[in-house]
């Protein structure tokens, strides 16, 4: 059973389209985020979601947004895709906020903005 | 500004050498430091540490935390080739409960 799973896995798409990534937990977690890894391997934050409450990592262009339907699930819009969007996209969720407990990621999406 | 600082950025030994990690850290209202281990895909969760010295252990693998001098170190013992991997710092702030993550140490274990 799959603790965290993303779809798609690739993802490869022009510039200026939208496009989304789904994210889903089935741990029974209250919380969920999002991280974007650039090829340099660093991650970042991107959004945290714990109980309805969105918290955003300021330097996100407002073309990202999450999406969550129900307390499992945690999806990623993408608008005007461009070039610099291009990483990997990683889901992840804890039981309560982060810090509390350790985070579960899920395997992640790679993204190719051509 | 919040910041995590790992060294080296890049150590290559052989199998069975003794290796320490490096993590430095800035940040206001310290709740805890987490080390996560990634090889192709995702991160794995190792140790998570919140007091100072207290070793936490797993195997090989045992960590400890500095809250005074603010740092942490990851130490493995014996290392297999299969230690290879990118080793990832990160430490969250009580103020705001995002983890802000170092640059990772990529390990490389020669047979």
Not at chain 2, 26 to 51: C, D, G, H, I
Request: proline fraction near 4%.
């Amino acid at each position: 059973d799959t603790a965290v799973s993303q779809t798609p896995k690739y993802l490869v798409t022009q510039m200026g389209n939208d496009k989304s990534i789904k994210c889903e937990q089935n741990l029974g977690h209250d919380t969920m985020y999002w991280y974007k890894q650039d090829s340099k391997k660093f991650l970042k934050i991107m959004f945290s979601y714990n109980n309805k409450e969105l918290i955003i990592n300021e330097t996100v262009p407002n073309r990202f947004s999450p999406k969550s339907p129900d307390k499992a699930h945690l999806n990623l819009h993408i608008n005007s895709l461009e070039l610099g969007d291009s990483a990997v996209y990683f889901c992840a969720s804890s039981q309560e906020l982060a810090g509390y407990n350790e985070q579960f990621f899920g395997p992640g999406t790679r993204l190719t903005v051509l | 500004e919040d910041k995590v600082v790992q060294s080296p950025l890049s150590l290559v030994v052989h199998e069975g050498d003794t290796v320490t990690l490096n993590c430095s850290y800035e940040v206001t209202n310290f709740r805890s430091l987490l080390w996560y281990k990634q090889e192709k895909k995702a991160p794995t969760f190792l140790f998570m540490l919140t007091s100072s010295g207290i070793e936490k252990k797993s195997g090989r693998l045992s960590s400890i935390l500095d809250k005074k001098e603010l740092f942490s170190i990851l130490n493995i013992t014996a290392t297999q080739t299969g230690d290879s991997a990118v080793y990832l710092c990160a430490v969250v702030s009580d103020s705001n409960y995002q983890l802000i993550w170092g640059a990772g140490t990529k390990l490389i274990i020669k047979p």
